[in-house]
Every structure is written in structure tokens, then in C-alpha cells.
């Protein structure tokens, strides 16, 4: 009996060990084969600019396409040709301006804010206060600008105080460049009036106004 027991858990212990030795067996192909493979690669680049946008304005009277153009992109900018310094009560002056994109510039819009005024009196001396505005966009500068149906940006119910900008709703578009000459400009005719009925008080008084228009581009 204890032979047979003996010769039983021999017998088991063999079967082991060859299971063993098998599974190493297995393993060990398995490790020593290494199979290649061919590798390549592409590569991509991309390359980017910055697009330029950019104006320039004039206020010759009578407008002319040779200017002078330039930047006038700081306070006082273009000196508008109103000729109004004798003004009276219900006197009107004309004078245009022109803005446009330089070579090479995108496309765009431009606005035109609230003007800044000094005057040289207060309260009823104030000759900032007592004048009034309209402006269209009109290649011609003169009373019959506004008549017809004028494309206004200012004053299409009336005349304005100088505390108001364009009207809401107007855009004013610039015209895109080419690489080698400007767009074509955007024009606008300025009126400016001492009303009717102006008070006394300001005679010999002055003012400075100084519109500003503010560009961007749109593409």
C-alpha cells in the first residue's frame, strides 16, 4: 500500500513537471521570435501672416482723388474747410471729408463719434452748445447734398447738437485695397449752422470741434 501511494505521487509529481517544462517550452518561442516592420513618416507645416488694415483721409475743398492724403490718426487729424469764422444766426457751412483704406488693406467700416468741443464762452456764451450738425455720405459738399434722399449719418430728422454722434443703425463701409493702390474712398459732407434766433451773448466767441471716426475692419 505505501508503494503504491509512493509510486502514485511520483507519478502526479511527473505530470507536473512536464506541464511545467511545456508551458516554459511555449513561453520560450514565443519570447525568442521578434517580428520587424518598416516605418516611414510625413511631416506638416503651415505658415500664417497677419492681414493689415489701415486708413487715410483728406479734407481738400473741393475734394480732389490726389489729396493730400494722409493719416490723420491724432487729435486735431485734418483741418475741415468750413470757413466760418464770422458766423451769424442762420448761417450754414459745408465741408467734406474723405477716408479710405491704404494699399494693401482689407476691407472695413468707419464710425463717427461724438466730437470733442471747446468754446471760448460758457452758458449763454457757449457757442459749442448753440451749434447744430448733419452729416451725409456724398462725394459733393455743398446745401444740395442734402436734399433728395441723401444717405445721412447725422441729422436725418433735423440738425444736432454737437454732444451726438452717428445715428444708430448707419454703417459706413471701406472699401478693400488691391496690393498695389488704396480703396476707394468713403466721403462725407459736414453742415454746420448757427441757428436762427442765436443768442447775443455769443458774439466774438469761438469753438473748436473735433469729430472723430474710428475704423475696423471687418474681415
Known amino acids: 500500500m505505501g508503494r503504491r501511494r509512493a ?14 517544462l511545456a508551458g516554459a517550452l511555449v513561453l520560450g518561442v514565443g ?18 501672416g497677419a492681414s493689415v488694415f489701415a486708413t487715410e483721409s483728406t479734407a481738400a475743398k473741393p475734394y480732389v482723388a490726389s489729396g493730400p492724403w494722409a493719416a490723420n490718426d491724432t487729435a486735431p487729424g485734418a483741418s475741415l474747410l468750413f470757413q466760418a469764422t ?5 448761417t450754414v457751412f459745408y465741408a467734406p471729408f474723405a477716408i479710405r483704406t491704404t494699399e494693401k488693406s482689407i476691407e ?10 471747446a468754446s471760448s464762452g460758457t452758458g449763454v456764451a457757449d457757442l459749442g452748445a448753440a451749434l447744430r450738425y448733419r452729416v451725409v455720405r456724398s462725394a459733393s459738399c455743398d446745401a444740395a447734398a442734402f ?26 463701409p471701406l472699401a478693400a485695397a488691391t496690393a498695389n ?3 476707394v474712398p468713403t466721403h462725407f459732407c ?3 449752422s448757427l441757428p436762427a434766433g442765436a443768442n447775443t451773448a455769443l ?3 469761438t469753438a473748436t470741434v473735433t469729430w472723430p471716426f474710428t475704423a475696423t475692419s471687418t474681415t
Open 31 to 48: 519570447s525568442s521570435v521578434t517580428l520587424a516592420a518598416w516605418t516611414d513618416s510625413d511631416q506638416a507645416t503651415g505658415s500664417f
Open 86 to 90: 464770422a458766423m451769424s444766426p442762420g
Open 203 to 205: 458774439q466774438g466767441h
Open 108 to 117: 472695413g467700416t468707419v464710425a463717427l463719434g461724438i466730437p470733442a468741443v
Open 7 to 20: 509510486a502514485n505521487h511520483r507519478g502526479a509529481t511527473l505530470l507536473r513537471l512536464r506541464a511545467v
Open 181 to 183: 493702390q488704396p480703396g
Open 190 to 192: 459736414f453742415e454746420v
Open 147 to 172: 436734399s433728395g434722399t441723401p444717405e445721412f449719418v447725422v441729422g436725418s430728422d433735423g440738425a444736432k447738437p454737437l454732444t451726438q454722434g452717428q445715428a444708430a443703425g448707419v454703417v459706413n
